[in-house]
């Protein structure tokens, strides 16, 4: 009976061991769920909001200022990922939020597919060599469709909408406007900084950096998420909708290459909890949140493990056919 045991630990060891960004978001979320009341403090001290700064900042330095210049390019695909996400995402989340009773748990389910893609998506689409200017852009304008169009879609969605987009901007400015800006900026229009950025190590540093930023953030929402029984209808909607958003992501990336379509894939099927969260205490109250630090540790362990699958296929030889 042993043996079995020992060689599925062995070869769910050699798994992780392929995929370390994996590894190390699932023993952040171990140690969140163990250990709440430290890191739960933290969250409640702004902890996410400089994890999060941490991580924009680290991915923007990695963006190759080639890449910016390919934006032009692929503006029909970020176009269209926006569009997306503020039409058929919010649709999808009000559907599946019908499999949860109603009340608060299913206002914070409904609120899911309104959030703009998630900070952490553009590190995990430079994790996956992907195009993480493609993934910025994404960000950006999903975030202002947000602000502009999330009150009118709440209101139709629900009857009502008792939030007011200030707040979101001005978290946003902080949190994602000014660190991508620096890191762009450091990493293409000041000389000194840009050679230094463009060294191996220095990208290898910033990776390393991120991953770890998106490990401790997983860390501290994990130690938001107090389980119960009424959650099981939750984790199921939460879990379709992620399900849903991946397929819809690597639909919206088919007729673009690899780089972009890596981003597309993440940029759609990972939301933002926080700010979701945000959205939903706003027009629900606070309860309503709740359930969003469990789609939080969802998405980023989704992520991740994607991005690493992705990294492995990139890095895959191609053999040519002979006839």
């Known amino acids: 009976m042993i043996a079995p045991v020992i060689a599925t630990l062995a070869t769910a060891r050699k798994q992780l061991a392929a995929y370390p960004e994996l590894a190390a978001v699932l023993v952040a979320a171990v140690i969140g769920l163990c250990v709440q009341r430290p890191l739960a403090w933290l969250a409640a001290h702004q902890g996410i909001n400089v994890l999060l700064i941490i991580l924009v900042f680290a991915t923007a330095v990695t963006i190759d200022p080639r890449a910016l210049r390919r934006l032009a390019a692929a ?12 039409t058929v ?29 998630e900070i952490a998506s553009v590190a995990t689409t430079a994790l996956a060599g992907g195009e993480a200017a493609v993934a910025a852009g994404v960000l950006i304008g999903s975030t202002l469709a947000t602000v502009i169009l999330a009150a009118p879609i709440l209101t139709l969605e629900a009857g009502h909408a008792a939030f007011s987009p200030a707040g979101v901007i001005e978290s946003l400015a902080v949190v994602v406007a000014l660190p991508l800006a620096a890191g762009i ?74 780089p972009a379509g890596a981003a597309l894939l993440l940029t759609a099927s990972m939301r933002d909890f926080a700010i979701a969260a945000a959205l939903a205490a706003a027009a629900f109250g606070p309860r309503a949140a709740a359930p969003l630090g469990l789609y939080g540790i969802a998405v980023l362990i989704w992520g991740t493990a994607a991005a690493g699958l992705l990294r492995k296929r990139a890095r895959k030889p191609s053999h040519p056919r002979h006839p």
């Open 89 to 117: 995402l919010p649709a999808l989340s009000w559907a599946v939020a019908r499999l949860v009773p109603a009340g608060p748990l299913r206002d914070g389910v409904l609120v899911t597919g309104l959030a703009p893609c």
């Open 75 to 86: 503006w029909r695909h970020i176009l269209a990922a926006i569009l997306v996400g503020i």
């Open 185 to 258: 900026a450091a990493r293409s229009w000041v000389p000194v900084t840009a050679r230094l950025l463009a060294t191996g190590r220095a990208e290898t540093a910033a990776s390393r950096t991120a991953l770890a930023a998106v490990a401790a953030l997983v860390a501290l929402v994990a130690a938001e998420v107090h389980l119960s029984a009424s959650y099981g209808a939750v984790a199921a909607a939460l879990l379709l909708f992620l399900a849903a958003t991946a397929v819809i992501g690597r639909l919206l990336g088919t007729r673009s290459g690899r």
